[in-house]
């Protein structure tokens, strides 16, 4: 089964920019989606970004215009890009996949946390 484990988290001020960072373990062209959801304390977890096999794009409200997804397939990492963080952007931060479009998130990383503060 391929792991996914994700970095770049950590504490930064209202304004400012992280890169986080998916690595798995194998190739992700065996999933037809990756994603990044977050959840924060007492939150269920929720969609930051999802980019398919093919390459489109999906954001969660909150984050459209400020978030960006990449994959590179051929280093199996999936990143997101975030600026113009603001203190509701604080979560845990966790990495996922999908088989299908019409199959759930799954498969989840550790999680590493952002933290949005001044």
């Known amino acids: 089964q391929v792991q996914f484990v994700e970095s770049g988290g950590g504490l930064v001020q209202p304004g400012g920019s992280l890169r986080l960072s998916c690595a798995a373990s194998g190739s992700v062209l065996k999933f037809y989606a990756m994603g990044w959801y977050r959840q924060a304390p007492g939150n269920e977890r929720e969609l930051v970004a999802g980019i398919t096999i093919f390459g489109s794009t999906t954001y969660g409200g909150s984050v459209k215009g400020r978030f960006t997804i990449s994959r590179d397939n051929a280093k199996n990492t999936v990143d997101l890009q975030m600026n113009n963080l603001q203190p509701d952007d604080t979560a845990v931060y966790y990495c996922?996949?999908?088989?299908?479009?019409?199959?759930?998130?799954?498969?989840w990383g550790q999680g590493t946390q952002v933290t949005v503060s001044s």
């Open positions: 996922g996949a999908k088989n299908s479009l019409n199959a759930p998130y799954g498969n």
